[in-house]
């Protein structure tokens, strides 16, 4: 698929898709079914895609995206890893009262930054890295029971963590990471935290 400078090609409906031959140019894709898209090629393009529908979207490569921003409005949708161990570098815009739900049960890596008013939520059974110095706002939801492995000590956003269903666990993916979040641990949830590194939390815990 070539995506003409300027052009943007939407994907909708409910049925399921997989897109795996190579997608090039300059223009994006702008997914907004409630299916769910597969993308598994290393993938060229430049304009980003945008995820407003509800769906879902596997990524098979770490190209996938191409070379543009992952832009997340209105109803939002989920992401995940199609094969294990998946590092993402694409920047996230998270749009204002847009939440993005990250699944499943293989590792994801997110290196890009991560920006925007809107949210992350995570209700995987994997584990889940952020490594970047993020600035989103809307806050981060754990809620599956997986693990959350920070790289960076604004990895969160500006936004409090919150613990809620099967919890999951909270680790530092470098030694002395100083996390200031807020962490608001809802009923009968627990938030574990485990690994080699030293953590210290220093924002409120409610």
């Known amino acids: 698929i070539n995506l003409g400078a300027g052009a943007s ?58 070379t543009g921003t992952l832009n997340v409005s209105g109803l939002g949708g989920t992401l995940s890893a199609g094969l294990p161990g998946l590092n993402l570098g694409n920047a996230i815009n998270l749009g204002t009262g847009a ?17 925007g008013a809107g949210g992350l939520n995570f209700g995987g059974t994997g584990t889940l890295s952020l490594n970047g110095a993020n600035t989103f706002g809307g806050g981060l939801g754990l ?21 809620s269903g099967l919890g999951g666990n909270l680790s530092a993916g470098l030694p002395g990471l100083n996390l200031g979040n807020a962490i608001n641990l809802g009923a009968g949830a ?3 935290i485990g690994g080699g590194n030293d953590l210290s939390l220093s924002g409120i815990i409610g």
């Open 190 to 192: 627990s938030l574990g």
């Open 143 to 163: 809620s599956g029971g997986g693990g959350l492995n920070l790289g960076n000590a604004g990895a969160l956003g500006t936004g409090a963590l919150n613990v």
């Open 9 to 66: 090609l939407g994907i909708g409906g409910a049925n399921d898709l997989s897109l795996s031959g190579i997608v090039g140019g300059a223009g994006g894709l702008n997914f907004g079914g409630t299916g769910t898209l597969a993308l598994n090629g290393a993938n060229g393009f430049g304009g980003g895609v945008g995820l407003n529908g509800g769906g879902s979207l596997s990524l098979g490569n770490a190209g996938a995206l191409g």
């Open 99 to 115: 939440s993005l739900g990250i699944g499943g049960a293989n590792n994801l890596s997110l290196s890009g930054i991560i920006g």
